[in-house]
């Protein structure tokens, strides 16, 4: 069992920057491929970033170059550090984990979620 927990959402300019944490529970961090997916209203939610236990990391296109994830296992933590943002970027941010080695895309096969941290980008 893993639980998650975000935080450093927050409302900022467009162009400026964010930092989220994403703290997990559990022994087996390092075992787990992480994620960031968001969800803006009235949208599905869509993949961000993922993290896989060896380090590979994949991002959406929207992202790419702006978006960086990072994991510390000794502090069983994954970040998202966000780059200049845009209001496009506004949506509520949730941290996910998965005991599969490639992290999927799909929201739905991922197995644990924090809360979700709002995050609002002001034009």
């Known amino acids: 069992q893993v639980q998650l927990v975000e935080s450093g959402g927050g409302l900022v300019q467009a162009g400026g920057s964010l930092r989220l944490s994403c703290a997990a529970s559990?022994?087996?961090?390092?075992?787990?491929?992480m994620g960031w997916f968001r969800q803006a209203p009235g949208k599905e939610r869509e993949f961000v970033v993922a993290?896989?236990?060896?380090?590979?990391?994949y991002y959406a296109d929207s992202v790419k170059g702006r978006f960086t994830i990072s994991r510390d296992n000794a502090k069983n933590t994954v970040y998202l550090q966000m780059n200049s943002l845009k209001p496009e970027d506004t949506a509520v941010y949730y941290c996910?984990?998965?005991?599969?080695?490639?992290?999927?895309?799909?929201?739905?096969?991922?197995?644990?979620w924090g809360q979700g941290t709002q995050v609002t980008v002001s034009s």
């Open positions: 996910a984990a998965t005991g599969l080695p490639l992290p999927p895309r799909s929201y739905e096969r991922w197995g644990y």
């Open positions: 559990g022994r087996t961090f390092s075992s787990y491929s």
């Open positions: 993290i896989s236990s060896g380090y590979s990391t």
